[in-house]
């Protein structure tokens, strides 16, 4: 269910499903197909991400702590142990 709480899953599923109606009932796929496009052209053209994250930057402000001693890196590598025979 993750991948249906991200927007555009949902956008991608709606075409989805619009196409696949639009096979078995036009009128049903056509009206869906109209929206997701209108969906999508708003979603992106639009400054409505930025709309939508203002209010939350501003309720959570940054915060930098005062004194840092340092900066601590974790790497995961894989290593490959090559056997001579």
Known sequence: MAFLSVPSNLLLLSAIVSFILLLI??????????????????????????????PLE??????????????MFWVARTIRLAMDT
């Open 58 to 71: 501003q309720r959570f402000p940054e915060q930098y702590p005062t004194n840092i001693q340092g900066i």
């Open 25 to 54: 009932h036009r009128p049903a796929g056509v009206i869906l197909a109209v929206l997701s496009l209108a969906a999508f052209a708003i979603s992106t053209l639009t400054p409505l991400g930025n709309v939508l994250l203002t």
